[in-house]
């Protein structure tokens, strides 16, 4: 049997690659001509404010909705998404806000659920040596995966929910607004995890708006605006930069406050007379 990692594409290569991808819900145009690429072992964020078209790109690459025009193309060849089990198949896992887990199962229950191992009885065993090695991939400190759901953190039910996904060795994993919610400590965690299923090789879309989460993770930020591509940015780009891509306007409050400090600075080390 090949090993997970053998299947891994190297680092660099291009995963996923959209070209002029549209969706429209009749007469409303929801993705209009977006380009997108991610590449092996990257953290492409993917911002906008509400309404950019986000969630809908999301749910196009997850097999959810199928785009109006446009190519997608994943692993080098072209592909049709005509539904969830299109995504999958192919490699591409998401991680909703939601994390559609089950509060009265346990971790392993959640992680094999609908995947379960045994065609007559239940390989208990096997499920959970295998669920110890993909929490162990991903240093998670889970004191036991027996332990329901309900009695987990928001970051530990947020691991659960990301090793779910790599059950199947995905190349592409998909996180919506995977820190939403979380304290401090717990968004530290999640991002750590981040940051090591990304160095597993995968390429990682996340959405999010909370822009220190994206600079702490991000190799690239890309901005949709109304559907649209609107800039591709970098960790270092400044806030002025990014929420004149998001917002569309170049005069707003981080633009005046960024021109105040810059006309007040060569003040800053005179004294008076």
């Not at 953290?43 to 078209?53: E, H, I, K, Q, S």
């Not at 490699?91 to 009265?104: H, S």
């Not at 295998?130 to 162990?136: E, K, S, V, Y």
């Not at 591709?232 to 981080?254: C, K």
């Amino acid at each position: 049997m090949t090993d997970a990692t053998e299947r891994m594409p190297p680092a660099g290569e291009i995963v996923l690659s959209l070209r002029k991808v549209c969706k429209q819900f009749g007469a409303v145009s929801a993705l209009t001509d977006v380009d997108l690429d991610v590449h092996a072992g990257e953290v492409v964020a993917l911002v906008g404010d509400n309404g950019a078209g986000k969630s809908t790109l999301v749910k196009v690459l997850a097999g959810v909705h199928t785009p109006t025009s446009g190519t997608v193309t994943f692993g080098g060849r072209q592909v049709t998404l005509n539904g969830p089990n299109d995504a999958l198949s192919l490699g591409i896992a998401t991680v909703f806000q939601d994390l559609a887990l089950c509060e009265n199962l346990d971790v392993v229950a959640n992680i094999y659920l609908g995947e379960e191992l045994g065609p007559f009885a239940l390989d208990e065993v096997a499920m959970e040596v295998r669920t110890w090695q993909l929490l162990g991939e991903l240093s998670a400190r889970i004191p036991s995966v027996r332990e329901p759901i309900a009695s987990l953190s928001g970051g530990q039910r947020q691991t659960v929910a990301i090793a779910r996904a790599l059950l199947r060795d995905p190349k592409l994993i998909m996180l919506d607004e995977p820190t939403a919610a979380l304290g401090v400590a717990q968004t530290a965690e999640v991002l750590n995890l981040i940051e090591r299923v990304r160095d597993k090789g995968l390429g990682v879309i996340m959405i999010s708006h909370n822009m220190e989460d994206v600079r702490a993770v991000a190799d690239r930020i890309v901005v949709l605006r109304l559907g649209r591509n609107n800039g591709i940015f970098y960790p270092d780009s400044s806030n002025e930069e990014l929420v004149s891509a998001i917002t569309g306007a170049s005069d707003n409050a981080v633009s005046r406050r960024h021109e105040r400090r810059h006309v007040q600075r060569p003040n800053s080390g005179g004294g008076t007379s």
